[in-house]
């Protein structure tokens, strides 16, 4: 923390300084303050002293390493008691509190608007806003370490837990259930549930953890979503039309391949929420059954013209997750089809909202 303290002390200071009415006092780090005996033991993360027009202003900041939004609440929280103690009571007016941090989302951003705030972080977002001063600014940049942390909840062991969640999102799971439907740790379980509790998207009470904002949860890991890792290859099949359709539907289902290979993306999308139809079919397959699916579905290895696509992914849990729908082969599950519709082009953005609108609306 010290060393953020220190980084965010000085990106204070280069905003501060673009503003030639500013007279900057000082700005010193929580570690400065430390190692001065004289001072109170509690101090802010960042205090800087500035003169406005003949005017003394005092700006107290906050530092938090993780700035999510549970995390972004207790800042706030800390500079509300600091601003209402007894010895700032006389100075109350003078003083301007931030949130800082490495990065803060545009969720904790209006947050902090909210409690009437400021914040900054060292991507280069803030607002600083007193006695006719005002300092904003936005970027799309985020630091890579903050980056990871924002997408770590959607790795793909998290998001065997998060599927199984969304699945039925007013449902209370104890620790132990969720792990064994999701198939994962203990351990990644109770990650997931900090994250979820950090990010205010779920709740642990007497009864479990349960999601509180479900389409929350969903928008932001649409806006991370990174493809499933595994092999990809592009084939070509003589095969076509209702021929097609009846050798998909009697293999995937046949005792030898159920279980291991489904219909994805598009493919997958035309059975649970018909709204267009590709021009390649997707499956995903356990690498185990590819021998087969190349003999029955008569499938011959191309680079250009293909019309099936197959992806044998690296965690083939999402097998697992499939959806059996009468007179259809499997498909992969919604909230994964939704999510890989959600990469495509337009028209692909088009038809996950749709499929969204008819099974993944929740209330």
């Not at 970027?139 to 969640?165: D, I, M």
């Not at 008569?298 to 690296?314: F, M, R």
Request: proline share 5%.
């Amino acid at each position: 923390m010290k060393e953020v303290e220190l980084q965010l002390a000085g990106a204070l200071r280069q905003q501060l300084e673009k503003i030639p009415s500013i007279e900057i006092r000082s700005i010193v780090a929580e570690a400065e303050l430390k190692t001065n005996r004289s001072m109170p033991v509690q101090r802010p993360d960042v205090l800087a002293q500035l003169c406005v027009h003949d005017r003394e202003v005092t700006l107290i900041c906050e530092v938090k390493e993780l700035a999510y939004p549970r995390q972004i609440r207790q800042a706030i929280d800390t500079l509300s008691v600091y601003m209402a103690r007894s010895e700032n009571r006389a100075n109350h007016e003078n003083m301007v509190g931030l949130v800082a941090a490495s990065w803060l989302s545009p969720e904790s951003r209006e947050i902090c608007a909210q409690a009437g705030m400021g914040w900054i972080d060292l991507a280069g977002n803030c607002r600083i806003a007193f006695d006719g001063v005002f300092i904003e600014r936005e970027t799309a940049e985020r630091p890579k370490p903050a980056a990871r942390n924002y997408r770590a909840v959607f790795s793909p062991k998290a998001g065997q837990v998060l599927r199984t969640l969304l699945r039925d999102p007013a449902r209370a799971w104890k620790v132990t259930e969720l792990a064994e439907t999701s198939d994962v740790s203990l351990g990644h379980v109770s990650n997931v549930r900090s994250a979820l509790r950090d990010r205010e998207w779920g709740i642990v009470d007497n009864e479990g953890l349960h999601l509180t904002a479900p389409d929350a949860l969903l928008d932001a890991w649409r806006d991370s979503y990174e493809q499933v890792r595994g092999k990809r290859t592009s084939w070509y099949s003589v095969l076509h039309g209702r021929q097609w359709e009846e050798a998909l539907r009697e293999e995937l289902r046949g005792p030898q391949i159920e279980g291991h290979a489904m219909l994805g993306g598009l493919s997958a999308a035309q059975w649970l929420a018909p709204y267009m139809r590709g021009n390649t079919t997707t499956l995903y397959a356990d690498t185990s059954v590819m021998p087969q699916l190349i003999d029955v579905l008569k499938l011959k290895p191309t680079k250009s013209g293909a019309n099936v696509e197959i992806i044998e992914p690296d965690d083939p849990a999402i097998l697992k997750e499939r959806v059996e729908i009468a007179g259809a082969p499997p498909v992969s599950s919604p909230v994964l089809t939704y999510l890989d519709l959600s990469r495509l082009d337009d028209r692909g953005r088009e038809a996950a909202d749709h499929l969204r609108e008819k099974l993944l609306k929740w209330h």
